[in-house]
């Protein structure tokens, strides 16, 4: 009887320990939301480079994680496309914010050269620019 307790309450024991690690989020995306708003609160510097800086690598996360929610991201780009403290920084958050919303338009531009960030900023605003054809 008592063999056959044990056995039961090791189970039960078990069950519940693989019920809580079952439950945890991943850990890359517990990492990729605590990126998430370190960029929201980089994007609030008053250093005009950081905050451009922020938006081009939030690009740059997407494009590796695109199943990540953002929304909190994109609320802060469409802030900063309507009151960027430069124009430069609201024309970039006004194009990431199209990168991140229509993702599916963009979803083809790979970035691998984090040297020259303006170069990704064209490659988007050439998409725009180009007829409205189905895109996957």
Request: charged share 25%.
């Amino acid at each position: 009887m008592k063999r056959t307790l044990t056995k039961i309450m090791t189970v039960v024991l078990l069950f519940a320990f693989s019920a809580s690690v079952f439950a945890q989020k991943p850990k890359t995306e517990q990492f990729i939301n605590k990126a998430v708003s370190n960029f929201v609160l980089a994007m609030e510097s008053k250093n005009a480079g950081v905050v451009e800086s922020s938006i081009f690598i939030s690009i740059d996360l997407k494009s590796k994680f695109p199943q990540i929610d953002y929304s909190d991201l994109i609320d802060k780009l469409n802030e900063l496309a309507l009151k960027g403290e430069t124009p430069t920084i609201r024309y970039k958050a006004q194009l990431a914010s199209l990168y991140f919303n229509f993702y599916n338009m963009f979803s083809d531009i790979k970035i691998v050269d984090k040297e020259n960030p303006d170069l990704y900023f064209k490659q988007i605003a050439e998409r725009l620019e180009q007829p409205a054809v189905a895109f996957k």
